[in-house]
């Protein structure tokens, strides 16, 4: 990944051998993704290979508050596809496309079925105004979720509520819930996916359950639903 010192533009949340990973692009930052072990995004190469994934299926390019999707320009090379609230859109292999959409899900077709990248953009520079500490909640940050994704953020706060010092294991919120720990966790980064776009302020911690769980503490994001 090209690094450089602008904001950070939008993320990444992909699946990987030990469920779903997440890589973050600054403003004028590439990613390629693909199967092959030169990709910073990187998936379909275990357990099982699936030699459908090309090595290096595209790129990803972060600038002017998008992000650029390019395709590979290979013989026979599968087309992408984008789908988003503006709809769908097919990506030729040597062309490119940037949405115009704040989320999008990026698929790239594999042998038998397709990769989804999900990808969400800050379409501001501007964070949202904060909370200041001596005022009460007044929920200017919120933070719309599904039936899902309120049921596995309120499991992972239930310990800290209950006084302990961390956010419930991926495993303890799986029992809780009867999902998969994998099923869990990808919908914890959907959750701090969400967040960083919204620019709701996160801890900079790499455990995605304490900075998803931190800020929903601390902005009463909890409260949006009953």
Known sequence: MAKTGGAERA??????????????????????????????IRFGYAPVPDEGVPRVAGSLLAANRR?????????????????????????????????????FDLFVRGENSAWKLAVRVRTSSEPPA?????DPPTKRLSLELS????AV??????PPNRGRSEPATHKEVAAALNY????????????????????IPMPDVSDKRIAVVEAARLHGLLWNQN
């Open 67 to 103: 992000v650029f999707v390019e395709s590979t320009d290979q013989p026979g090379h599968r087309t992408l596809e984008i789908r988003g609230p503006s709809g769908t859109t097919q990506i030729p292999a040597g062309e490119g496309f940037s949405p115009r959409d704040s989320h």
């Open 153 to 158: 953020l309120a499991a992972y706060c239930e």
């Open 147 to 150: 039936d899902k994704q309120y």
């Open 11 to 40: 993320v990444v949340t992909y699946p990987a051998p030990h469920g779903t990973d997440v890589a973050t692009l600054r403003d004028g930052e590439s990613a390629r993704f693909g199967r092959g072990a030169e990709c910073e």
């Open 130 to 134: 904060a909370e200041s500490s001596a």
């Open 180 to 199: 998969h720990p994998n099923t869990v966790r990808e919908t914890l980064y959907e959750i701090w996916a969400l967040m960083f776009e919204l620019q």
